[in-house]
């Protein structure tokens, strides 16, 4: 079966792919997210953990405790630092960065989330359900 999401870094290091389609895709607007992409949020699309495989080099991870306590290690190409994905210890999730998709096209967020840490320059999508918080 082909890969429904495939993806990589900017300096063609890391390659990746997920057999399956993402479970969600939302733009959070948390702080750790708003530093780590260096915008107002990250689109993310969200696939099980087993579903997400490198196929090419390795990621460097940046380990932080969230709002709820759980960890979240974010995965970023060691070369060129693109950011690649990030896994939630709290969830059986790994989120994917949409900007490092193949098809960026791909990501149809359907929800915006951390919105109460968004600044007020920060764009927003009308019709997406928004979330001051983590909705789980």
């Known amino acids: 079966m ?3 999401i495939v993806g990589g870094c900017m300096c063609g290091a890391v390659r990746y792919e997920s057999a399956t389609d993402a479970v969600m895709q939302a733009n959070c607007y948390c702080r750790d997210c708003q530093r780590s992409t260096g915008s107002a949020f990250a689109p993310v699309l969200l696939v099980p953990k087993e579903a997400f495989k490198l196929t090419k080099g390795e990621l460097k991870h940046y380990e932080v405790t969230g709002d709820s306590g759980n960890k979240v290690s974010r995965a970023f190409c060691a070369n060129c630092g693109s950011p690649i ?3 939630l210890s709290g969830m059986p999730f790994t989120a ?3 900007s490092s998709l193949d098809d960026p096209n791909q990501f149809q967020p359907t929800a915006s989330i951390f919105v109460a840490s968004a600044p007020k320059w920060a764009p927003h999508f009308p019709g997406v359900p928004t ?3 983590n909705p789980g």
Request: proline letters at 0%.
């Open 131 to 133: 979330f001051a918080r």
């Open 85 to 87: 994905m990030s896994v």
């Open 2 to 4: 082909a890969a429904k």
């Open 96 to 98: 994917i960065k949409a």
